[in-house]
């Protein structure tokens, strides 16, 4: 019994002992300071980095314990700095996104007092920009490093091979944002890598390997069996060589090669062989042909991206592993050549789960069509469809209803038909519906109500039918609503916005709604950035409701019945706005003069693009456009517009689309317009514009490719110095009083002669809008938008232009339309105008040519429109299939004959040779046929020499050609 109280007691004491010294410990563990001379190291690293941000604040000599520095870790036994954590903001902001970011990079350089640091065991210095400066071998020498993160901080030159010497790093990552970077390193070695034996995590993305990278070794013998994440997308990677079968990495699950051309017909088989796979991308690789089988049967995989390759089916799988396919949760095959195949026959085995696992469906722009399968219903962990830009058509199934963790539906460009199911109410936890530029009919249903989380709603450009369902207004959580472009008819109330409180974008464009509120001081329960509401009925007064709408940056209300004046707030409640459309209604009551020089002493305009076309504005252009500097396209065409071109507005630095067609203002051209080195743009057709065109047009920088001067009253030459005006691609001076020669230096436009190909589109306002033209071709009017940059026109007609057409003329080889009609120019039509094979329009009517129409214009394939009449042009009509199908009137009132005119051409000796007669050609067949007269002297001549010739140089043959003619007359006497 004594000796249990005796055991009790040594325990109670061994219980304090124990309590004290964990007091103690803790009590020293929070007592200890940072090492002086890593103290030290902090502050000389500090010093040599550039901290726009003041990030390092904290390091400094009065504040003692660096271990509570900014980005400082140290170990609570040793006190040594164990861990630095100075990453600059997300890699995925560009570095050039904005100042504020760039300021929270780190720059400068890496003191070497770094390596005074050997208990250093985690060092982050990731998303900064070091400018160039080269990754810092002292690194090396931190043998304790278990976490390396150097990506995306524009280090530059090789990566040091003394990280070799890094024998405890688990984590390397050394990636670059994109391969472009100036500082991108190449490396000529990775030997170094074989010393990081410990190695877990190696992220090398878009360091050019090429010239290092061998497969076998790399693979085999470099990189550790540990490896479990290996990251080499955008390398430069050389082909995978077909030997290669097996690699020693057992433990890795996740593997990155995207972004590499492999240029190889498959994927290779040790790829299929990593049994530990959970993610897999080899997106952007080249790879063509089907998927294999045992890609999609790796029992592990639940991530696999395959998009932007060339593949064209996934190769059936045997019934034994069809198992595995319903493991995938995230599957990316966007960007592929699945052409003619539907989605049943791309994904049969996937729809044959029981119970499938995706999440995550990509097929973007991969060439299928067919019917969205039924089966897609079965699928019920789908949370992401995105099958954007197919040719994808039938209905949308019921069964999608069934998928109750849906959240994104992306079908966007198809082929889609028919109406929305009622079911898609039941999507209580869809985000987003993207249904844009189907053929979906029919009208909205009632169930919309049910879609409770919906946050993004585009249904335009569709042949949607019917009102809108005052359901719409109950989606609270509604930020975007796109229902543009459709068939949509009926009156829209307060109702159908009850309770769009979150409603941030609003698109009803080119529909037949009106508008109609019970009460004049309606507030929607909104605050838009956007709004877009042409062709809507809002008037006749402007919608005062937009008062509170002081958020907008987007405001379009063209041909929406407004004939008002428009109101004094306008510009204190929109001074964010950016791009304005109130054109195609009645303005004529506004002031330009209050409307774009209200308080400009004050404010500075953020207005990009603004259009007031066709609104019977009046009055003179005011001349207060200095607080217009981000106009980067303006709309005035069609209004009664007067006086002089305000000098303000020509010097807008950044104006790229000026429309002034078809106004009254007068005065001389603005050369200060005309020289913008921002102008791409410019239509000042039909107005009394007078003068000549400036000899100082065309200075050093300017970009402009559409210039429309046509019907005014300009006069004078067009000088030599117009044709510095290189970029140009449509030129309209038609319709005035223009004299003088046709300049011979056309030549220079780059466009207009291949020296430079055009892009489809002339993008304006930052690829935010594309430019637009209006052309007269056959006396109408045409549009042209989405391929203006493909337009090249020149239209010198209705001058008083004279002397020859230039033969340089003929190096416009990309010019596509052409008219010199109705002026006095003289000579011939120049004999190589059939090198330019684009020409679709060739008029060069009611002048005073002379000679033939040259053969060589019958190599114009392309030609659907020619016009040569009333000339005194003469001889035949070339023969082609394209000449004898222009009606007769294309060549009167020339002396022109042959085919479709019906003046027949003489024969050589005075007869008539028949429509189609030989020698079809030029007018020169109507004389001699040299050709003919060549070959029958040449003939003559030949003949003559061969019978004459051995009888005058040869004696024996004399005697014999005597005795033969003796022989045939004794026997013809002899008869």
């Given at each position: 019994?004594?000796?249990?109280?005796?055991?009790?007691?040594?325990?109670?004491?061994?219980?304090?002992?124990?309590?004290?010294?964990?007091?103690?410990?803790?009590?020293?563990?929070?007592?200890?300071?940072?090492?002086?001379?890593?103290?030290?190291?902090?502050?000389?690293?500090?010093?040599?980095?550039?901290?726009?941000?003041?990030?390092?604040?904290?390091?400094?000599?009065?504040?003692?314990?660096?271990?509570?520095?900014?980005?400082?870790?140290?170990?609570?036994?040793?006190?040594?700095?164990?861990?630095i954590?100075?990453?600059?903001?997300?890699?995925?902001?560009?570095?050039?996104?904005?100042?504020?970011?760039?300021?929270?990079?780190?720059?400068?350089?890496?003191?070497?007092?770094?390596?005074?640091?050997?208990?250093?065991?985690?060092?982050?210095?990731?998303?900064?920009?070091?400018?160039?400066?080269?990754?810092?071998?002292?690194?090396g020498?931190?043998?304790?490093?278990?976490?390396?993160?150097?990506?995306?901080?524009?280090?530059?030159?090789?990566?040091?091979?003394?990280?070799g010497?890094l024998?405890?790093?688990?984590?390397?990552?050394?990636?670059?944002?994109?391969?472009?970077?100036?500082?991108?390193?190449?490396?000529?070695?990775?030997?170094?890598?074989?010393?990081?034996?410990?190695?877990?995590?190696?992220?090398?993305?878009?360091?050019?390997?090429?010239?290092?990278?061998?497969?076998?070794?790399?693979?085999?013998?470099?990189?550790?069996?540990?490896l479990?994440?290996?990251?080499?997308?955008?390398?430069?990677?050389?082909?995978?060589?077909?030997?290669?079968?097996?690699?020693?990495?057992?433990?890795?699950?996740?593997?990155?090669?995207?972004?590499?051309?492999?240029?190889?017909?498959?994927?290779?088989?040790?790829?299929?062989?990593?049994?530990?796979?959970?993610s897999?991308?080899?997106?952007?690789?080249?790879?063509?042909?089907?998927?294999?089988?045992?890609?999609?049967?790796?029992?592990?995989?639940?991530?696999?991206?395959?998009?932007?390759?060339?593949?064209?089916?996934?190769?059936?799988?045997?019934?034994?592993?069809?198992?595995?396919?319903?493991?995938?949760?995230?599957?990316?095959?966007?960007?592929?050549?699945?052409?003619?195949?539907?989605?049943?026959?791309?994904?049969?085995?996937?729809?044959?789960?029981?119970?499938?696992?995706?999440?995550?469906?990509?097929?973007?722009?991969?060439?299928?069509?067919?019917?969205?399968?039924?089966?897609?219903?079965?699928?019920?962990?789908?949370?992401?469809?995105?099958?954007?830009?197919?040719?994808?058509?039938?209905?949308?199934?019921?069964?999608?209803?069934?998928?109750?963790?849906?959240?994104?539906?992306?079908?966007?460009?198809?082929?889609?038909?028919?109406?929305?199911?009622?079911?898609?109410?039941?999507?209580?936890?869809?985000?987003?519906?993207?249904?844009?530029?189907?053929?979906?009919?029919?009208?909205?249903?009632?169930?919309?109500?049910?879609?409770?989380?919906?946050?993004?709603l585009?249904?335009?450009?569709?042949?949607?039918?019917?009102?809108?369902?005052?359901?719409?207004?109950?989606?609270?959580?509604?930020?975007?609503?796109?229902?543009?472009?459709?068939?949509?008819?009926?009156v829209v109330?307060?109702?159908?916005?009850?309770?769009?409180?979150?409603?941030?974008?609003?698109?009803?464009?080119?529909?037949?709604?009106?508008?109609?509120?019970?009460?004049?001081?309606?507030?929607?329960?909104?605050?838009?950035?956007?709004?877009?509401?042409?062709?809507?009925?809002?008037?006749?007064?402007?919608?005062?409701?937009?008062?509170?709408?002081?958020?907008?940056?987007?405001l379009?209300?063209?041909?929406?019945?407004?004939?008002?004046?428009?109101?004094?707030?306008?510009?204190?409640?929109?001074?964010?706005?950016?791009?304005?459309?109130?054109?195609?209604?009645?303005?004529?009551?506004?002031?330009l003069?209050?409307?774009?020089?209200?308080?400009?002493?004050?404010?500075?305009?953020?207005?990009?693009?603004?259009?007031?076309?066709?609104?019977?504005?009046?009055?003179?252009?005011?001349?207060?456009?200095?607080?217009?500097?981000?106009?980067?396209?303006?709309?005035?065409?069609?209004?009664?517009?007067?006086?002089?071109?305000?000098?303000?507005?020509?010097?807008?630095?950044?104006?790229?689309?000026?429309?002034?067609?078809?106004?009254?203002?007068?005065?001389?051209?603005?050369?200060?317009?005309?020289?913008?080195?921002?102008?791409?743009?410019?239509?000042?057709?039909?107005?009394?514009?007078?003068?000549?065109?400036?000899?100082?047009?065309?200075?050093?920088?300017?970009?402009?490719?559409?210039?429309?001067?046509?019907?005014?009253?300009?006069?004078?030459?067009?000088?030599?110095?117009?044709?510095?005006?290189?970029?140009?691609?449509?030129?309209?001076?038609?319709?005035?009083?223009?004299?003088?020669?046709?300049?011979?230096?056309?030549?220079?436009?780059?466009?207009?002669?291949?020296?430079?190909d055009?892009?489809?589109?002339?993008?304006?306002?930052?690829?935010?809008?594309?430019?637009s033209?209006?052309?007269?071709?056959?006396?109408?009017?045409?549009?042209?938008?989405?391929?203006?940059?493909?337009?090249?026109?020149m239209?010198?007609?209705?001058?008083?232009?004279?002397?020859?057409?230039?033969?340089?003329?003929?190096?416009?080889?990309?010019?596509?339309?052409?008219?010199?009609?109705?002026?006095?120019?003289?000579g011939?039509?120049?004999?190589?105008?059939?090198?330019?094979?684009?020409?679709?329009?060739?008029?060069?009517?009611?002048?005073?040519?002379?000679?033939?129409?040259?053969?060589?214009?019958?190599?114009?394939?392309?030609?659907?429109?020619?016009?040569?009449?009333?000339?005194?042009?003469?001889?035949?009509?070339?023969?082609?299939?394209?000449?004898?199908?222009?009606?007769?009137?294309?060549?009167?009132?020339?002396?022109?004959?042959?085919?479709?005119?019906?003046?027949?051409?003489?024969?050589?000796?005075?007869?008539?040779?028949?429509?189609?007669?030989?020698?079809?050609g030029?007018?020169?067949?109507?004389?001699?046929?040299?050709?003919?007269?060549?070959?029958?002297v040449?003939?003559?001549?030949?003949g003559?020499?061969?019978?004459?010739?051995?009888?005058?140089?040869?004696?024996?043959?004399?005697?014999?050609?005597?005795?033969?003619?003796y022989?045939?007359?004794?026997?013809?006497?002899?008869?």
């Open positions: 019994m004594s000796s249990h109280p005796s055991s009790f007691s040594y325990l109670w004491i061994l219980t304090i002992f124990t309590f004290f010294h964990y007091s103690l410990s803790k009590q020293n563990s929070t007592s200890i300071l940072c090492i002086g001379y890593e103290k030290t190291a902090l502050l000389e690293f500090k010093n040599d980095l550039i901290d726009g941000a003041n990030r390092l604040f904290s390091w400094n000599r009065s504040n003692a314990d660096c271990c509570k520095w900014y980005g400082i870790t140290c170990n609570n036994q040793t006190g040594h700095v164990s861990e954590h100075l990453r600059g903001p997300d890699d995925a902001t560009p570095y050039w996104d904005t100042q504020e970011t760039s300021i929270q990079r780190f720059g400068g350089k890496v003191n070497p007092s770094l390596h005074n640091l050997t208990s250093l065991e985690y060092l982050d210095l990731s998303c900064n920009d070091f400018g160039g400066n080269p990754i810092p071998a002292l690194i020498s931190l043998r304790n490093l278990t976490y390396l993160n150097l990506s995306e901080s524009r280090f530059s030159r090789e990566i040091p091979s003394e990280f010497n024998s405890k790093l688990q984590v390397l990552s050394i990636r670059y944002l994109y391969s472009g970077d100036q500082y991108v390193p190449r490396l000529k070695s990775l030997q170094w890598l074989s010393g990081l034996s410990f190695l877990r995590h190696l992220d090398m993305s878009a360091v050019q390997l090429g010239d290092a990278f061998d497969w076998p070794q790399v693979t085999q013998t470099l990189l550790p069996s540990t479990v994440e290996l990251h080499l997308s955008n390398c430069g990677l050389p082909p995978t060589t077909p030997s290669l079968t097996m690699v020693n990495f057992t433990s890795l699950s996740i593997l990155d090669l995207s972004n590499n051309n492999f240029s190889t017909t498959s994927i290779p088989s040790w790829i299929t062989g990593l049994q530990s796979l959970v897999l991308n080899l997106a952007f690789c080249d790879f063509n042909g089907p998927v294999p089988s045992c890609l999609m049967s790796m029992n592990s995989l639940t991530y696999l991206d395959l998009s932007l390759n060339q593949f064209t089916d996934i190769q059936a799988m045997r019934n034994s592993s069809t198992e595995s396919i319903c493991n995938l949760r995230e599957l990316d095959l966007s960007w592929n050549k699945f052409d003619g195949k539907s989605l049943f026959d791309v994904l049969t085995n996937l729809f044959e789960c029981e119970s499938s696992k995706l999440e995550s469906l990509k097929f973007a722009e991969s060439g299928l069509s067919g019917d969205l399968p039924l089966q897609l219903g079965n699928l019920k962990n789908l949370v992401h469809i995105d099958l954007y830009g197919n040719s994808i058509s039938g209905l949308i199934p019921d069964s999608l209803g069934d998928l109750s963790s849906l959240q994104t539906l992306e079908l966007g460009f198809n082929s889609i038909s028919g109406p929305i199911p009622d079911s898609i109410g039941k999507l209580s936890s869809l985000l987003s519906m993207k249904l844009r530029s189907n053929y979906i009919s029919g009208p909205l249903p009632d169930t919309f109500e049910g879609l409770l989380a919906l946050e993004e585009d249904l335009s450009y569709n042949e949607i039918n019917g009102t809108i369902p005052r359901s719409i207004g109950q989606l609270t959580k509604l930020t975007n609503l796109n229902i543009g472009n459709n068939l949509l008819t009926g109330t307060e109702d159908h916005f009850a309770n769009l409180t979150s409603l941030l974008s609003l698109r009803g464009d080119s529909n037949m709604l009106r508008l109609e509120l019970s009460a004049d001081n309606w507030e929607p329960p909104f605050q838009l950035g956007i709004l877009s509401l042409d062709s809507w009925s809002l008037g006749p007064k402007f919608p005062s409701w937009l008062q509170n709408q002081t958020g907008l940056s987007i379009y209300l063209g041909s929406t019945e407004i004939s008002d004046n428009i109101p004094s707030w306008f510009w204190s409640t929109f001074s964010g706005l950016q791009y304005l459309n109130i054109s195609d209604n009645n303005l004529s009551s506004v002031s003069n209050d409307f774009i020089c209200s308080e400009m002493d004050e404010e500075q305009k953020q207005v990009i693009y603004m259009n007031l076309g066709r609104t019977n504005l009046s009055g003179d252009l005011p001349d207060c456009w200095t607080n217009w500097e981000f106009l980067n396209i303006l709309n005035f065409q069609n209004n009664n517009l007067t006086g002089e071109f305000p000098r303000s507005l020509a010097n807008l630095s950044s104006l790229q689309s000026l429309h002034m067609n078809n106004n009254k203002l007068s005065g001389e051209l603005p050369v200060e317009l005309l020289n913008s080195k921002s102008l791409q743009i410019a239509d000042l057709s039909e107005n009394n514009f007078i003068g000549g065109i400036p000899k100082s047009i065309g200075g050093e920088g300017t970009i402009l490719k559409v210039l429309s001067l046509r019907s005014n009253k300009l006069n004078g030459k067009i000088p030599d110095e117009f044709c510095r005006l290189d970029s140009i691609q449509i030129v309209d001076l038609a319709g005035n009083n223009l004299s003088g020669r046709i300049p011979n230096c056309f030549n220079n436009f780059s466009v207009m002669t291949g020296k430079v055009p892009g489809q589109m002339v993008d304006l306002a930052s690829y935010e809008f594309m430019g033209a209006w052309l007269v071709m056959r006396g109408r009017v045409n549009g042209y938008g989405s391929i203006l940059g493909l337009v090249t026109f239209d010198l007609s209705s001058n008083d232009l004279n002397g020859v057409i230039p033969s340089e003329i003929t190096q416009l080889v990309e010019l596509r339309f052409l008219n010199f009609s109705h002026n006095r120019l003289t011939r039509i120049p004999e190589k105008i059939g090198d330019m094979k684009l020409l679709e329009i060739f008029d060069v009517s009611r002048n005073q040519l002379v000679g033939s129409i040259p053969l060589s214009m019958s190599k114009l394939s392309f030609l659907n429109l020619l016009n040569v009449s009333y000339n005194n042009l003469t001889g035949r009509i070339p023969s082609s299939t394209q000449f004898q199908s222009f009606e007769e009137s294309s060549f009167v009132g020339n002396g022109l004959c042959g085919a479709p005119v019906s003046l027949r051409c003489e024969r050589q000796g005075g007869g008539r040779a028949g429509d189609d007669g030989e020698g079809g030029s007018d020169e067949s109507d004389g001699p046929d040299w050709g003919l007269v060549t070959s029958v040449v003939g003559f001549v030949v003559f020499w061969v019978l004459v010739g051995p009888l005058v140089g040869s004696k024996l043959w004399r005697t014999k050609y005597y005795e033969f003619l022989d045939i007359w004794c026997k013809f006497c002899g008869s």
